[in-house]
């Protein structure tokens, strides 16, 4: 077994777990590596639409450009912007930090899996993080979970995430975020295409899962016009979605880094505009959020969506108090 990365002597927490990992497996560029974890479940800030985080891989092979969380990497002290997409960490003894910490999940909190990096990206194919997960969650009741993804993977596990749903509240949400394939190789290089995408729609549907589409991050001038926004919700229904998030796309200083070069590359006529409403925010705020918001609500109208999940945890028996 190769060592890690990093031959820093005084690395501290999340970099020196980093630094000390295992590698499990090199391929051209992309390397893996394994890293102890501590804790499974994430709580986050309130406000989001979800209690805890569950990721399975730190870093991401897909490498979005408008990724945002590119800057986790940067605990581990990997500062490259490449480091994200080609340094990937399976985290170690998910399942039984996992199920010791199910314990505190309260009735109606949802656990989101795969919101700082996609679960079933390529390294789960190898190490099957995501779906070892699953089969320890399909012995619980009571639980709302919640699946974000861009990778048709997912369908290997349409019947597993079935038989989570038989005693669990599940909802499986694809990011799709254009049909155009040009557009989504320049934005998403190594992420399924938008077909398979929706394919992978069509099986989750069929499978019995509540499932949608989320087109975010909604790209100012690039993925914002109600035609595109009108093409993919009539393409998510028309795959079985039940539901058509969306959010416009915000850019941290380390996703700036990325994203600018493919504005400059693709959309030279826009990075001045870019610039100017990201650089000293990283979020975008007045009239457009409005006009967004307004035009979200036609397309979803136009074609019976729903904005987001329409499930609702159904206390079990079980859940009194506790879950379990
Ligand atoms: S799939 Fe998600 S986590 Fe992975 S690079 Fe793209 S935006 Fe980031």
Redo the contacts with the bound molecule.
């Keep these: 077994m190769l060592s890690g990365v990093h031959s820093e002597p005084d690395l501290t927490g999340i970099a020196r777990l980093a630094a000390e990992s295992d590698l499990l497996e090199a391929r051209r560029v992309v390397r893996y590596f394994e890293i102890d974890t501590r804790s499974a479940l994430n709580r986050v800030r309130s406000g989001m639409p979800f209690t805890y985080s569950l990721n399975p891989y730190r870093g ?1 092979e ?3 450009k ?2 945002y ?1 590119r800057y986790t990497h940067e605990f581990m002290e990997l500062r490259e912007s490449e480091d994200f ?1 080609n340094k990937i960490y399976a985290k170690r003894n998910l399942v039984p930090i996992l199920a010791g910490e199910l314990r505190k999940v309260r009735p109606g909190e949802i656990i989101a899996i795969g919101t ?3 679960p079933y ?1 390529p390294a789960e194919r190898r190490f099957g993080r995501t779906r070892a997960i699953l089969e320890m969650l399909a012995g619980h009741r009571g639980l709302s979970v919640s699946v974000t993804t ?1 990778s048709d993977l997912i369908r290997r596990d349409v019947a597993l995430l079935a038989k989570v749903a038989e005693h669990n509240t599940v909802t499986v949400n694809m990011t799709i975020t254009t049909l155009d394939v040009s557009l989504a190789r320049e934005l ?1 290089p190594k ?1 399924p295409r938008p077909d398979l995408r929706l394919r992978a729609v069509r099986d989750l549907a069929d499978g019995g899962i509540h499932v949608g589409v989320f087109p975010n991050p909604i790209m100012p001038l690039i993925t914002d016009q109600e035609a595109r926004l009108n093409g993919l919700a009539k393409a998510a229904r028309e795959h079985g979605a039940r539901y058509f998030g969306g959010g416009p796309l915000f850019l941290t200083a380390s996703t700036q880094r990325v994203f600018f070069p493919f504005v400059a590359k693709r959309y030279p006529q826009l990075l001045r505009r870019y610039r100017e409403r990201y650089e000293n925010d990283a979020y975008l705020k007045g009239p457009y959020l409005d006009m967004l918001r307004a035009r979200l609500a036609r397309v979803r109208a136009a074609h019976g969506l729903a904005a987001a999940p329409t499930m609702r945890q159904q206390p079990t028996d079980e859940a009194q108090g506790r879950l379990f």
């Design positions: 991401c897909f490498g979005c408008y990724c969380a997409e700082a990096t996609d990206q861009k998403e992420a």
